[in-house]
């Protein structure tokens, strides 16, 4: 059985939206805003988050946004009064895989919990390139077989690298889809970040996972 997160502020709209999808045999867990949401996502087995853009104290997709850097990946339809084409852009900007309007069908919010289900369910649980593998039901890397302990950041930068297998990632695409900033002042940082990185997934240097490229950047392979 799936289960679902909605974070909606209005009750009458949460306590519908929750009465048709446990209808549809989903586990439903409703919030009416987001104090309890990252305890929920550490404590269960969230498939889905249905998120309010408008709640009280924090907008919806900036919330998500946080999330997103800070490792939880379920995907995100927001459900949402934001209704312009640059809303939509910025809610898909900010980690959503859909977004419907209200006021909005009741059925077509049943499709499209379902597609969006189906697409994210057959997305591959276990990437591996190398000898390195990562789990992402569990957020783990392992260098053969042997878990690797990572920070946040550095968990985020080798999934950004291994997602990106044999491509050239400058400084800049680093610090904008890891670091979500883009100030050269802080191109340091990503210099000393990948060094602390090979350090822990290749000890001995004798792997070269990351190769510097000379004022171009970085290549995993």
Wanted: charged share 35%; proline share 2%; aromatic share 8%.
């Amino acid at each position: 059985m799936n289960t679902i997160l909605i974070v909606e502020d209005e009750a009458d709209v949460l306590e519908l939206v929750e009465y048709t999808l446990s209808k549809d045999n989903y586990d439903v867990i409703g919030c009416l805003d987001t104090k309890l949401v990252k305890k929920f996502l550490d404590e269960e087995n969230v498939d889905l988050i249905l998120m309010d853009r408008n709640l009280p104290n924090v907008e919806g997709s900036l919330f998500i946004k946080q999330i997103r850097k800070e490792g939880y990946n379920q995907p995100v339809i927001y459900l949402t009064a934001k209704d312009s084409a640059d809303d939509i852009l910025e809610g898909f900007d900010r980690g959503g895989d859909d977004y419907i309007t209200k006021p909005f069908d009741l059925d077509v919010l049943r499709a499209r919990v379902k597609a969006v289900l189906k697409r994210t369910s057959s997305e591959v649980e276990v990437m591996k390139v190398s000898d390195i593998t990562y789990h992402s039901q569990s957020k783990k890397f392992f260098v053969n077989a042997l878990e690797v302990k990572l920070t946040h950041l550095e968990h985020d930068l080798l999934l950004e690298f291994m997602k990106n297998k044999d491509v050239l990632l400058s400084r800049y695409h680093l610090l904008e889809n890891v670091w979500d900033d883009t100030e050269v002042t802080k191109l340091k940082t990503v210099n000393v970040a990948i060094k602390r990185l090979k350090e822990k997934i290749d000890p001995t240097g004798e792997k070269e996972y990351i190769k510097a490229v000379r004022g171009e950047g970085y290549i995993f392979c």
